[in-house]
């Protein structure tokens, strides 16, 4: 996804406010956290308070936000969005 792309979703974002993951190449926004070891795809989303850390991976169009946490080997895929204080841990949210 482009920047551009990304602008069609939230009209706000800029590269001072987002960036892209180094493993993966997704956009992040500055006020989430995703650890280096995790991945975020080309086409998913990690923003808000959200954390994504140790081998978990955000996968395809799927979104993490919020407080969301998305911890160990865990995978969400597909067009899944994870939301609000929810957790994913070990196994996989499609």
């Not at 992040?28 to 956290?33: E, F, L, P, S, Y």
Request: hydrophobic letters at 40%.
């Amino acid at each position: 996804m482009t920047l551009e792309q990304l602008q069609r979703i939230f009209p706000d974002a800029t590269s001072d406010t987002w960036h892209q993951h180094p493993n993966g190449g997704g956009w992040v926004q500055n006020t989430a956290k995703v650890a280096e070891t995790a991945y975020v795809g080309k086409d998913a989303l990690v923003f808000g308070n959200a954390e994504v850390f140790e081998n978990a991976w955000v996968l395809e169009n799927a979104w993490v936000s919020g407080d969301a946490r998305v911890y160990e080997s865990a995978r969400v895929s597909g067009s899944a969005w994870v939301s609000k204080d929810f957790r994913v841990y070990k196994g996989e949210l499609k």
